[in-house]
Nanobody, 121 residues
Framework: QVQLVESGGGLVQAGGSLRLSCAAS????????MGWFRQAPGKERELITA????????YYADSVKGRFTISRDNAKSTLYLLMSSLKVEDTAVYYC??????????????WGQGTQVTVSS
């Protein structure tokens, strides 16, 4: 059974940084692309960044480009999201997801349970 477990969320002041982790198990981590999504209160879940199986291809939404960095450690079956220069509008529940590259941005196979990130002004 595939499991994705996020950690690292919390409360941070605007301008600060956080690093989220997503520990994967249940299938060969290095065979799949991974993505980070977020959902703010009253809004739909949105894709913010994705990475292919070996980290050679990445995608960033305009809203986080230049501030967030996605990375992965296939030896540890772990996905990371380094968030810098955080803004109040980054407040959301953050989810990691797993799928083949062609579907990771639209219809992932598996989702984590989410971790709350709150940015205060």
């Amino acid at each position: 059974q595939v499991q994705l477990v996020e950690s690292g969320g919390g409360l941070v002041q605007a301008g600060g940084s956080l690093r989220l982790s997503c520990a994967a198990s249940g299938r060969t981590f290095s065979s799949y692309a991974m993505g980070w999504f977020r959902q703010a209160p009253g809004k739909e879940r949105e894709l913010i960044t994705a990475i292919n199986w070996n980290g050679g291809i990445t995608y960033y939404a305009d809203s986080v480009k230049g501030r967030f960095t996605i990375s992965r450690d296939n030896a540890k079956s772990t996905l990371y999201l380094l968030m810098s220069s955080l803004k109040v509008e980054d407040t959301a529940v953050y989810y990691c997801a797993s799928a083949p590259w062609e579907r990771v941005t639209t219809n992932p196979d598996y989702w984590g349970q989410g971790t709350q990130v709150t940015v205060s002004s």
